[in-house]
C-alpha cells in the first residue's frame, strides 16, 4: 500500500468518525448509513477536492448527499 492509499483511508476514517459524532451515532451506524445513501461514494469520487476542505466541510457535504439520496438524518 502506498502513501496516498493510506492518506485516503484515513481521510475515509476521520470523515466517518466526525459524521457520527455530528449526528450522535455509533461509527458503524455512520458507516452503514453513509454507505446506503451514497455519502461514501461521493467522498471517494470526490476525494482530489475535498480532501482540501476542513473535515466539516467534508462531513456537511456528506450530509447534503445523502440527503438528496433519502437519508433520513436532520
Known amino acids: 500500500m502506498d502513501r496516498n492509499e493510506k492518506n485516503r483511508i484515513s481521510y475515509y476514517i476521520a ?10 451515532i ?6 452503514n448509513y453513509l454507505l ?5 461514494a461521493f467522498i471517494y469520487d470526490c476525494y482530489e477536492s475535498e480532501h482540501t476542505l476542513s473535515i466539516e466541510d467534508a462531513v456537511d457535504d456528506m450530509f447534503q448527499i445523502c440527503k438528496r439520496n433519502g437519508g433520513p438524518l436532520s
Do not use: D, T
Open 15 to 24: 470523515c466517518i468518525g466526525a459524521f457520527a459524532e455530528k449526528f450522535s
Open 36 to 40: 446506503k445513501y451514497k455519502g461514501l
Open 26 to 31: 455509533s461509527n458503524a451506524f455512520a458507516y
